[in-house]
């Protein structure tokens, strides 16, 4: 394994139409998408060009319930140990722990809010290098909403060694709690936060992209739904939310292009 515990080395999408989200995030990101080779599934790679981004799976037959949704993947030294101790501290397990040939051991787990996350051990041991902090076509943020963030902190922290760097105030006078900023072996990796009244416990994934408001027109053209934003972020750059057209959410970050 090359990447230590507690980093993210994978983001998976599941689709109920594999074709029109490859077209749809082919055209808003830039991704393209090729046949992983996986006997019985249909696993596509997500490249943009530079190296892979991701995974898009069709969801099938044997994924009663499954709904359309963004996954990740953080990287543990031992799956069985790390689902002994997530479900011993209040997280369940959706997937057991399972092999795949010439992939690695995964098992799909939920955090005490029910928020779902694979932890994995990759069958070698090169070095994942799906999330980039500053790189287009890349997950560049990982975003966590808890119903209580100090527990889900704790948490997280304890199963992945993940460390709060810092905070900012959410509202104008913090009535919202703070946002805190997660590191993973001294990378800032994204941050915690605590979920609103009507706002699900979540994970939101923000890719990076050349243009936040040319991405953003390319979501409503592909019909999908900008949730909110852009907003401008620490360092100059914008981000925002959306929802694809088969209902799974992501989000967007980058700089705004002036124009003539």
Known sequence: MGNPKGDFIWYELLARDADAAQRFYGNVVGWKASDSGQPGMDYRILDGGDGQAGGLMQ??????????????YVAVPDVDAAVVDWTAA???????AMDIPNVGRMAM???????????????????STVFRVADARHVRWNEIAAKDDGKALD???ARFGWEAVGSMPMGEMGEMGDYQFLAANGVNIGALMRSHAGQAP???????????????????AGGGQVLDGPHEIPGGEYSLQARDPQG???????PRIARQ
């Open 59 to 72: 969801i099938n037959d044997q994924m009663p319930g499954a709904k359309p949704v963004w996954l990740g």
């Open 90 to 96: 209040g997280g369940t397990v959706q997937m057991p």
């Open 109 to 127: 787990l939920a955090d005490p809010d029910g928020v779902p996350l694979y932890v994995m051990r990759g069958a070698v041991d090169g070095l």
């Open 155 to 157: 948490f997280y922290k």
């Open 202 to 220: 979540r994970w939101i994934f923000y890719i990076g992209v050349g243009d936040i408001d040319a991405a953003m027109e390319k979501i409503k």
């Open 248 to 254: 799974a959410a992501f989000g967007l970050v980058g």
